[in-house]
Each structure stands twice: as structure tokens, then as C-alpha cells.
């Protein structure tokens, strides 16, 4: 009974001592956005885009959101994503969400591509491509 003891003491103390402290992470955000109310042809329009920052334990991520329209007047919504590592675009239109990752840069801008969907950026243009089928949008300003 008594080196029973001795072993559970021992199991016991061995458990408590090998324990890791959990690591503080040092966690700093940044968040903007800008709405501006725009007029054109009599309708009255409003344009959001964001930028936001995130700094955890050094390793800094950074993303911004803006808004673009199709010729037909449907509209999308292109998030750019870098964490230092690896840079990816994420595209919602249509309640559907597309993340594509970043394969080249260009003169005039970025390409992006995941499976058989491509993306190139431009100042103020995305063209998206998949199969036959290409999608021209203009950034709304």
C-alpha cells in the first residue's frame, strides 16, 4: 500500500511538472472602412471598401475588400489576402465564394488561380476566367 503511494505521489508530481505553460499570444488589430455616396444617372449608389490588419506575435496578415460591378449590373465582392506566406484573392458574387491563390504578378497587376477558375487583377478591373467563360469586372468607383 505504501509504495502504491509512492508510485501515484511520484506519477502525480511527474504529471504536474511536465505540463507546458500555455504561450501568450501578443494579438493587434486594425480595422477601416470607407463608404462613399455616389450619384450617376439620377440613382443614388453607395461603394464600401475595407483594410484590415492583424499582427499576432509578429506575423502580420493584411486584407482589403472592394467592390466590383459586371456589365450586366451584378455586383461582387474581391477580398485580397497576404500573410507574408502566401497570398490569396477571395471573390463573393451571387452567393457564391471563390478563394483562388496567387501565382503571378504582372505588369499591369496579379494573376490568381485555383482549379480550373483564373483571376487577373488589375488597378480597376478583375477578369475572371473559367472553361470558355470570362467574367469582366470593373471596380466600382
Known amino acids: 500500500m505504501k509504495t502504491n503511494s509512492l508510485i501515484l505521489g511520484f506519477v502525480t508530481a511527474l504529471v504536474l511538472f511536465s505540463c507546458k505553460k500555455n ?6 488589430d ?3 472602412t470607407t463608404t462613399e455616396i455616389v450619384e450617376k ?5 453607395t461603394i464600401t471598401s475595407s483594410n484590415a490588419q492583424k499582427d499576432i506575435n509578429g506575423k502580420k496578415t493584411s486584407s482589403v ?14 477580398t485580397f ?5 502566401a497570398k490569396t484573392i477571395t471573390i463573393e458574387a451571387n452567393n457564391n465564394k471563390f478563394v483562388l491563390d496567387f501565382k503571378q504578378a504582372t505588369t ?5 488561380e485555383r482549379n ?6 488589375t488597378e480597376d478591373s478583375l477578369l475572371i476566367s473559367q472553361g470558355n467563360n470570362v467574367i469582366h469586372l470593373a471596380k466600382v468607383k
Open 23 to 28: 504561450d501568450v499570444k501578443k494579438i493587434s
Open 108 to 112: 499591369a497587376g496579379e494573376i490568381y
Open 81 to 85: 489576402i497576404d500573410d507574408g506566406k
Open 116 to 121: 480550373s477558375i483564373s483571376a487577373e487583377s
Open 65 to 78: 475588400s472592394y467592390p466590383y460591378k459586371a456589365s450586366d449590373g451584378s455586383r461582387a465582392k474581391a
Open 30 to 32: 486594425s480595422f477601416s
Open 41 to 45: 444617372d439620377g440613382k443614388t449608389d
